[in-house]
């Protein structure tokens, strides 16, 4: 009797055991560690329901799961991002950390040069209010996004045209310099179908100064698509709308020298191609 009681607290004890965490890693993937780039940063080891907590250029940065044992994060290179050395760290709920050193290369921007209406260069007094409120109500956009991921396939292009207008060029407008391209330009004809890149909701749906009839579709985690100059609007502020549903038509409204589509992309508040976008988590 005594061999059999020993027996059973050697496989109580042995069942109690906890098995060692797996070490936590963290990676990062882009087009190019270069300003205006997405990174998609990967983490694994961090088991468990609650997300690890992701910093990168010194931006938090919300996690999701990509299956039981792996989760990812978005981040961007903004365009102002000075080249050198940057640390993503990735910190589990059980107070593990994991850290992947990321290098910025410089990157050479170019130039170019449009004649526009001069009110959209140097605009009147009398329109100073409406664009100071235009800046206002996408700063506060940009810090809102809702807390869940509503992507839920590949990203695909809002228009079939390619781009013809490189994202970051230095834009002179009059012969007075502005501003970068915080987008890409496709040049579709008016009354073009527009289309949403993915899912998401329609926070802002309405006619901006510079960018004209606007519409900025919410992908959740800090991810946002800006779609600018439309003729038409086919969704409202507070609409969902699902991966390739009609939202707009092109148009040639705001800032423009013709029509045409300015496709723009936020994450967390930086200004990323939306090319580099499809290049990561697009269907091609």
Do not use: C
Not at 24 to 46: K, N, Y
Not at 114 to 136: H, K, M, Q
Request: aromatic share 6%; charged share 20%.
């Amino acid at each position: 009797m005594l061999a059999v009681s020993s027996l059973a607290v050697m496989i109580a004890a042995v069942a109690v055991t906890p098995r060692a965490a797996d070490p936590l890693a963290i990676t990062a993937r882009a087009r190019s560690f270069q300003p205006g780039e997405l990174v998609v940063l990967t983490i694994t080891g961090a088991e468990g329901s609650a997300p690890p907590r992701v910093r990168a250029f010194d931006r938090d940065e919300s996690a999701f799961a990509a299956d039981g044992r792996t989760w990812r994060a978005l981040a961007g290179i903004d365009l102002d991002t000075r080249p050198g050395r940057y640390t993503a760290v990735a910190t589990a709920a059980d107070g593990r950390r994991a850290a992947f050193e990321i290098v910025v290369a410089p990157h050479r921007f170019p130039t170019r040069k449009l004649t526009v209406d001069p009110a959209f260069v140097t605009p009147p007094p009398s329109a100073r209010e409406r664009i100071e409120g235009d800046n206002r109500l996408l700063a506060e956009t940009w810090r809102s996004s809702a807390h869940e991921r509503l992507w839920t396939t590949p990203f695909e292009r809002p228009v079939p045209q390619e781009a013809n207008s490189a994202f970051g060029t230095r834009s002179v407008f009059n012969g007075a310099a502005r501003n970068p391209h915080g987008g890409a330009d496709f040049l579709s004809p008016a009354g073009e179908p527009v289309h949403a890149p993915n899912a998401g909701r329609v926070r802002v749906a309405r006619d901006l100064y510079f960018s004209g009839n606007t519409i900025v579709i919410d992908h959740g985690l800090g991810l946002f698509s800006l779609l600018a100059h439309l003729s038409a609007f086919d969704v409202k502020e507070g609409d969902r709308v699902a991966a390739g549903q009609l939202v707009g038509r092109v148009g040639a409204t705001g800032r423009v020298t013709g029509p045409h589509l300015h496709w723009a992309v936020r994450v967390n508040g930086a200004r990323v191609d939306p090319l580099s976008l499809l290049a990561l988590l697009g269907d091609r």
